[in-house]
C-alpha cells in the first residue's frame, strides 16, 4: 500500500486585506476563505506548486469582504461546492445584488449548521461559533489521516466552546490581530478601535498570550499566527508575545510559531 502523502496547510493570505488558506490531505483540497481575487488566489497556488483545479471543495468563515472577495469568480471559475451557514449565504447574497437588486446564486451552495459536522472527500470539517459581528461566523477544524488542524481567526475573545473544539489540533491557526497600545494609539478613528476591541472584535496578541497561558493544551506542532493588524500590530510583536507565552508552559519546545503574511503565500507545512 502507498503511504499517505499525509496533510497539509497552506497560508495563501492572512490580514484584513484578505484571507485565503488550503488544508489538503493526500485525495481533498478544501480552500478556506475566499478573500483574495480568483487571479491572485490561483497565482499564490501555482507558486507553491498547486493546481487551482484540484480543489475539492470552498469553505466560508463568515461574510466580511476579507473572506469572500473572491467568491463568485472562484465559484464560476471552479465550479466547486460552496459550504457556509445559511445566514452568511444570505449576507454574501445580499452584498452582491446587481442595480435592479437581483441577489446572485451560488451554483454549488452547501448549507451547514455551526455544530454540524460534514465530511468533504476524506477530510471531516467540524465548523463552530466564535464571538465576531458578522452574522453567523464559524472557525473550523479539519480532521484526516490522524491530523487535526485548528482554524480560528476573526474572534473577540476566546470562549470556553472554542478552547474544547481546539484541543488537540496539531496545525493551530489563531488569530493575533493587534497589539493593543498601537492600536490605542494608532489611526484608527475612536469607533473603529472600539470595535476591534470588542467581544465580536479581534484577538490581540495579549488575549492570544492569555489562551496559550492558561488554556492550550500545548498539542500543536505548528502555532500559525494569522489575520495581523498592518496598522496595528508588527509581526515580531505578535511573534515575541506568543513565543513567551508558549514559553511560560514548556510549549515553546513543541510548538512551533510561524506567521502567515498578507501579501504571500507561506511555504505549506506538512505533517
Ligand atoms: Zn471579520
Ligand atoms: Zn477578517
Redesign the pocket.
Known amino acids: 500500500m502507498l503511504a499517505g502523502m499525509g496533510v497539509s496547510v497552506s497560508m495563501l493570505a492572512s490580514g484584513?486585506r484578505g484571507?485565503c488558506g488550503v488544508i489538503a490531505s493526500s485525495t481533498t483540497k478544501i480552500l478556506v476563505d475566499a478573500g483574495i481575487s480568483c487571479r491572485e488566489t490561483f497565482r499564490r497556488m501555482r507558486s507553491l506548486g498547486e493546481d487551482p483545479h484540484s480543489l475539492s471543495a470552498m469553505v466560508i468563515t463568515h461574510e466580511?469582504c476579507?473572506?469572500i472577495y473572491g467568491l463568485a469568480t472562484l465559484a464560476k471559475k471552479l465550479r466547486i461546492p460552496v459550504f457556509m451557514t445559511g445566514a452568511t449565504y444570505q449576507m454574501w447574497q445580499r452584498a452582491m445584488r446587481d442595480e435592479q437588486g437581483i441577489k446572485p446564486r451560488l451554483e454549488k451552495f452547501e448549507r451547514f449548521e455551526s455544530g454540524h459536522g460534514f465530511q468533504v472527500g476524506d477530510i471531516a470539517v467540524k465548523p463552530f461559533t466564535i464571538p465576531h459581528d458578522a452574522a453567523d461566523p464559524v472557525g473550523f477544524t479539519f480532521r484526516s489521516e490522524g491530523i487535526k488542524v485548528g482554524f480560528a481567526?476573526?474572534l473577540g475573545y476566546v470562549p470556553v466552546s472554542v478552547r474544547d473544539h481546539l484541543r488537540g489540533c496539531d496545525v493551530l491557526i489563531m488569530e493575533s490581530n493587534h497589539d493593543l497600545e498601537m492600536l490605542r494609539v494608532g489611526p484608527y478613528p475612536w469607533s473603529v478601535k472600539q470595535r476591534v476591541m470588542s467581544r465580536v472584535g479581534h484577538l490581540s496578541n495579549v488575549a492570544l498570550a492569555d489562551f496559550f497561558t492558561s488554556d492550550y493544551d500545548n498539542s500543536a506542532t505548528f502555532v500559525v499566527l494569522a489575520?495581523l493588524s498592518e496598522q496595528n500590530n508588527h509581526p515580531e510583536i505578535a511573534r515575541r508575545e506568543a513565543e513567551k507565552a508558549l514559553a511560560t508552559r514548556g510549549g515553546l519546545f513543541c510548538n512551533r510559531v510561524v506567521l502567515a503574511s498578507q501579501t504571500e503565500a507561506l511555504e505549506p507545512i506538512r505533517l
Do not use: E, L
Request: hydrophobic share 0%.
Open positions: 484584513s484571507n466580511h476579507d473572506h481567526t476573526d489575520h
